[in-house]
């Protein structure tokens, strides 16, 4: 089989594997329908020795600025504690609201996500 032939295939059964997964026997999908097109992909470009990109990340710890003593000491500033606070307290009380409200959800109710 050509490359090209190959990388064809490859790029159908993942696109195929995403629509067609309710189809499949339960046994099947115990797995989800992305995962699932992902491993198609694998091991078409596995098995027909296909040529991918890769990204390579070097130098990364040279890019990363750590802040410093005047940049940590910022964070004493009226201002700035200020926001680091309500932006606590907003999160706390968002956690508080989605716990009462899945309390409050009804017995027996389940979603299905896999589907």
Same mark, same amino acid.
């Given at each position: 089989?050509?490359?090209?032939?190959?990388?064809?295939?490859?790029?159908?059964?993942?696109?195929?594997?995403?629509?067609?997964?309710?189809? +499949?026997?339960?046994? *099947?999908?115990? !797995?989800?329908?992305?995962?699932?097109? *992902?491993?198609?992909?694998?091991?078409?470009?596995?098995?027909?020795? +296909?040529? !991918?990109?890769?990204?390579?990340?070097?130098?990364?710890?040279?890019?990363?600025?750590?802040?410093?003593?005047?940049?940590?000491?910022?964070?004493?500033?009226?201002? *700035?504690?200020?926001?680091?606070?309500?932006?606590?307290?907003?999160?706390?009380?968002?956690? +508080?609201?989605?716990?009462?409200?899945?309390?409050? +959800?009804?017995?027996?109710?389940?979603?299905?996500?896999?589907?």
């Amino acid at each position: 089989m050509s490359s090209r032939a190959a990388e064809f295939f490859g790029e159908r059964a993942a696109s195929a594997t995403v629509p067609l997964w309710p189809r +499949l026997p339960a046994r *099947v999908r115990i !797995v989800s329908a992305p995962l699932a097109a *992902v491993a198609a992909a694998t091991a078409a470009t596995a098995l027909f020795d +296909l040529s !991918v990109g890769k990204v390579e990340v070097a130098g990364l710890a040279g890019v990363i600025d750590l802040p410093d003593g005047a940049d940590l000491a910022a964070f004493g500033e009226g201002a *700035v504690l200020g926001t680091v606070l309500a932006f606590a307290r907003i999160a706390s009380a968002e956690s +508080l609201f989605r716990a009462a409200a899945a309390d409050r +959800l009804p017995a027996g109710r389940t979603v299905h996500l896999d589907t």
